[in-house]
């Protein structure tokens, strides 16, 4: 496997289910990120870790629930959430979060097409 | 605070057609500037960047200049192929001697491309 991987691809769940999202890169980075992507929207970014720990939280419910076990993996725990939680989940990773160079260039994986019913 | 103002889709051309995708930015100090392409049902891919002023990104015959004066990034492309059809994302990051390295992005353009 090369680059950012994400499973599953696609998933479907109820509002009481509880089901987690898995992020894997192979870049050797140290920084991860989950976005969400809505239709007609701009990406929201949801977390932020740098070397494992959480650096940013921009207000996101506590029905998502971030973990970062190690530099390489990334999780989203989901629970008891809202139809208007449908949308496409994206992690991306980069090199440092605060680089010492001018940019910040992120590598996205695929997604997962989450549909809440 | 950072913001990114691309134009709204969709676009629609036909094939050998020239691209123009709009973008321009509100940021202080020195950003690097991004184009970003998600291809159907895949993730964010990096098309091209450029990090200081007058330069040019170029990658798949795609092209883009950071006009500071404008502050602009215009996408362009001399000939568009059916497989260019995707969203395209305008994004800026890293303001030298800010803190905030994160990603701003437009709100994306559709483009589709009829042979």
């Known amino acids: 496997e090369t680059g950012v991987t994400q499973t599953p691809r696609h998933l479907v769940m109820g509002m009481t289910n509880k089901k987690s999202l898995k992020c894997e890169q192979h870049l050797g980075h140290n920084a991860m990120y989950w976005y969400k992507q809505s239709a007609k929207k701009p990406l929201e970014l949801m977390f932020v870790?740098?070397?494992?720990?959480?650096?940013e939280n921009n207000s996101v419910p506590s029905r998502f629930s971030p973990e970062c076990p190690n530099s390489s993996h990334l999780f989203l725990h989901l629970h008891t959430l809202q139809p208007e939680d449908s949308a496409l989940y994206l992690c991306?990773?980069?090199?440092?979060?605060?680089?010492?160079?001018?940019?910040?260039?992120?590598?996205f994986g695929p997604g997962t097409r989450l549909t809440v019913l | 605070g950072n913001s990114v103002t691309q134009m709204e889709g969709p676009v629609t051309l036909s094939e050998e057609a020239f691209l123009t995708i709009n973008c321009t930015y509100t940021a202080t100090g020195y950003p690097s500037l991004f184009w970003y392409v998600q291809y159907p049902g895949e993730g964010l891919q990096l098309l091209l960047k450029?990090?200081?002023?007058?330069d040019k990104g170029s990658n798949k015959g795609f092209e883009a200049t950071y006009r500071k004066e404008t502050t602009s990034f215009h996408l362009e492309k001399g000939s568009v192929q059916v497989s260019d059809s995707a969203v395209y994302f305008c994004?800026?990051?890293?303001?030298?001697?800010?803190?905030?390295?994160?990603?701003?992005f437009g709100k994306g353009t559709l483009l589709t491309v009829n042979p």
């Open positions: 450029a990090t200081k002023a007058d």
């Open positions: 991306a990773s980069s090199q440092d979060f605060r680089p010492s160079g001018r940019h910040n260039e992120q590598f």
């Open positions: 994004a800026l990051s890293g303001v030298r001697g800010g803190s905030n390295y994160k990603l701003t």
């Open positions: 870790y740098s070397l494992e720990e959480r650096v």
